[in-house]
């Protein structure tokens, strides 16, 4: 069964903190895809990053970092010195192969995160 | 390169009555999706289309809701009479591929009174 948890509901930080946002997913394919996406107060939904199945490196992007290890299905993003404009709810998705073709993605409930100056 | 739009932007409505929610995807994306977000939810999938068929409308409430994309392009989905629990954020996401990134619209608010 395909399913994505995110147990954070909210989070609150300190401007500067370092922060991290869980993600555990379960799939019964060998392979699929991952996903982070932001939602800001404005509303839309913003892609931040994709990783297939079948590339556990970790990936650095400025003051984001994700984490990926399949020995516990996760898929955990840390934002290093956090600041006010990373306040935004954050969703971890997962795309899944369909049995009729093309990929099916879900989403977790998502983890609020605020910043506080 | 123009993101994908959506309107109307809020709608608000009485419930039996009907509303219709357009999206413009973006140009050359075979791949459009149309999600329902709850407040304080992730986006559950209504209905994706691939071109102008439909791969997945499994969660789509065939009683009162409907879509189409005409032409492979733009698309409709319309709720018809509209229940209390309607009131969501309708959100249209389009990909290039379906295990892709998806570029989602701004959304349309809709409250039913």
Known sequence: ?117 | EAGVAQSPRYKIIEKRQSVAFWCNPISGHATLYWYQQILGQGPKLLIQFQNNGVVDDSQLPKDRFSAERLKGVDSTLKIQPAKLEDSAVYLCASSLRTNGEQFFGPGTRLTVL
């Open chain 1, 1 to 117: 069964a395909q399913k994505v948890t995110q147990a954070q509901t909210e989070i609150s930080v300190v401007e500067k903190e370092d922060v991290t946002l869980d993600c555990v997913y379960e799939t019964r394919d060998t392979t699929y895809y991952l996903f982070w996406y932001k939602q800001p107060p404005s509303g839309e939904l913003v892609f931040l990053i994709r990783r297939n199945s079948f590339d556990e490196q970790n990936e650095i992007s400025g003051r984001y970092s994700w984490n990926f290890q399949k020995s516990t299905s996760s898929f955990n993003f840390t934002i290093t010195a956090s600041q006010v404009v990373d306040s935004a709810v954050y969703f971890c998705a997962l795309s899944e192969a369909r049995n009729t073709g093309g990929f099916k993605t879900i989403f977790g409930a998502g983890t609020r995160l605020f910043v506080k100056a």
